[in-house]
């Protein structure tokens, strides 16, 4: 019910009592106008029985009106209860809401019956759910990503990514890069890769070696020197040919010796150490890192915004796939719905028995900062109506009551 409607119904039944005790009121004055002029008996009953209803409904409404207000605006002392007792009602109630409803005995039967991932799975399972969940996340993560100031996030990337590059052990760093060419092989795979094309740049460069040997033995070249360099041409490529085939070739292995103890000066050699912090300290400077993380920032930025807005993007399946997925663990995963369950019960129990003193002033607080007329008036509306039948059932028990008085007088001494 709305409070309106509480107060049409409290007024309705304020008026049924009153209304009944200004009935009894009218049939006592009818009875004592007609035993005046009768003396028949049952005037006498009807009369007795109108009499004590007065009775008990003038009691019973000093009763329930004594509760939240001064009778007629006499202030008679132990009425107005509620008013002028606020500050201890409001102690009582947080008192005994806590001792009697939040206790372990109390709350862990209703916290062991919570099936929270129920409700999560049931409407997680609406098509219309799932599209909304999407949709706010990604209208949260985008708030955030366009909240964020650009210049706070770039020199934060830049100091950090400064900080990281400055704790790097490069030594180490390149040595187990070599290690792991070696160990992968990488290094026949690069000379399998770079053979072809010096062969073919070398077959494409035979004019260039004839215009080397005319000039350095014109002679010779007069006479002979396509065929010299057709002929150091074909040595070449033939040499290479042997690299290429063999994996065993003196070249390959010497190239793996090389790497090898280059791995071990990398690793011990201080001069290698100052080389290459030398090279990082040339090419990655703060100023340098703050145009690169800027690039990146944006980049990432700009490739998210249109993922935002790109309902078919990566990011968006990505997230509805995931979304997909919870929704299917909470539905079959029983292990995962036990362990959320289990959490959440274990955190609500834990919080209500942590919090039961505050939730004790926050009732007596409460209270303590109404007024005493408000409360009065709240507690009037909520249980007002009930107190009416207190009113109507005193005049009926108080009329009935002395009508059995007036019958046992009557039959003892007439």
Avoid at 31 to 50: K, T
Avoid at 96 to 102: G, K, Q, S, W
Avoid at 134 to 145: C, G
């Amino acid at each position: 019910m709305t409070e309106q409607e509480k107060k049409k119904s409290l007024q309705k039944h304020k008026a049924i009592a009153t209304g009944l005790f200004l009935l009894m009121a009218c049939v006592y004055f009818l009875m004592v106008y007609l035993g005046l002029h009768s003396n028949r008996q049952w005037i006498g009953y009807v009369e007795a029985f109108s009499e004590a209803a007065m009775v008990g409904a003038l009691a019973d409404w000093f009763a329930v009106t004594a509760l939240f207000r001064y009778p007629l605006g006499l202030k008679i002392p132990h009425t107005n209860l509620i008013e002028n007792s606020k500050n201890a009602i409001g102690d009582n109630l947080g008192q005994f809401v806590t001792e009697n409803f939040l206790t372990p005995s109390t709350i862990r039967p209703y916290i062991e019956k919570l099936e929270v991932v129920k409700y999560a799975s049931d409407w997680l399972n609406k098509t219309q759910n799932q599209e909304l969940l999407q949709k706010e996340l990604i209208l949260f993560v985008k708030k955030i990503l366009n909240d964020l100031d650009d210049k706070t996030v770039v020199d934060f990337m830049t100091v950090k990514g400064y900080e990281i590059l400055q704790q790097f052990n490069l030594s180490e760093l390149v040595s187990s890069g070599l290690e792991y060419v070696l160990e992968k092989g990488k290094h026949d795979d690069f000379l399998e890769y770079i053979i072809p094309k010096v062969k073919n740049y070398i077959q494409e460069s035979d004019i260039i070696i004839k215009d080397k040997i005319n000039e350095k033995h014109p002679v010779i070249s007069f006479f002979a020197g396509k065929k010299i360099s057709k002929g150091v041409i074909d040595g070449i490529i033939s040499f290479l040919d042997e690299i290429e085939t063999d994996r065993n070739h003196p070249i390959r292995i010497n190239l793996e010796n090389k790497i090898k103890e280059s791995i071990t000066d990398i690793k011990n050699s201080p001069e290698w150490k100052q080389k290459l912090e030398g090279i990082r300290d040339e090419f990655i400077t703060k100023e340098k890192l703050i145009d690169y993380a800027s690039d990146f920032w944006s980049s990432i930025k700009q490739n998210l915004n249109d993922s935002f807005d790109n309902h078919n993007s990566t990011l968006q399946v990505y997230v509805h796939n995931n979304i997909l997925k919870l929704r299917d663990n909470l539905n079959n995963n029983q292990e995962m719905i036990d362990k959320i369950n289990g959490w959440i019960r274990h955190f609500i129990y834990r919080m209500i028995l942590k919090n039961v003193k505050e939730v004790e002033e926050l009732i007596s607080g409460t209270i303590d900062k109404w007024e005493g007329k408000e409360l009065s008036e709240k507690l009037e509306l909520e249980v007002g109506k009930d107190l009416q039948f207190i009113r109507i059932n005193g005049t009926l028990v108080g009329g009935l009551v002395g009508l059995v008085i007036y019958a046992i007088t009557h039959l003892i001494f007439h």
